[in-house]
Nanobody
Framework: QVQVVESGGGLVQPGGSLKLSCVAS????????MGWYRQAPGKQREYVGG????????YVDAVVKGRFTISRDNDKNTMYLQMNSLKPEDTAVYYC????????WGQGTQVTVSS
């Protein structure tokens, strides 16, 4: 059962910014650590970073390199991914999910970084 909806993707030039949103069901979101993931063409889905219910964040440094910021609004059951200084290698479908879950993936949102 899909309990998340991602949005905010699009086409952006290198160096640009995007802010993704993930709206989840309250059942999934409440008290959960949530994560952002991405899947580039021809590659496996990879973890980008996550945030606990209390707002503690962690990132995969090799992916983020200080360019991305994860936040959440618990009142809105929503998590965000602010992406700055985007690069062509950031092109992927971005997904969100409760950390540790291996099913229930949403449709994702496509991010394309190209000039």
């Amino acid at each position: 059962q899909v309990q998340v909806v991602e949005s905010g993707g699009g086409l952006v030039q290198p160096g640009g910014s995007l802010k993704l949103s993930c709206v989840a069901s309250e059942r999934l979101f409440r008290l959960s650590a949530m994560g952002w993931y991405r899947q580039a063409p021809g590659k496996q889905r990879e973890y980008v970073g996550g945030i606990t219910w209390g707002g503690i964040v962690n990132y995969v440094d090799a992916v983020v390199k200080g360019r991305f910021t994860i936040s959440r609004d618990n009142d809105k059951n929503t998590m965000y991914l602010q992406m700055n200084s985007l690069k062509p290698e950031d092109t992927a479908v971005y997904y969100c999910n409760k950390v540790g879950l291996t099913d229930g993936w949403g449709q994702g949102t496509q991010v394309t970084v190209s000039s």
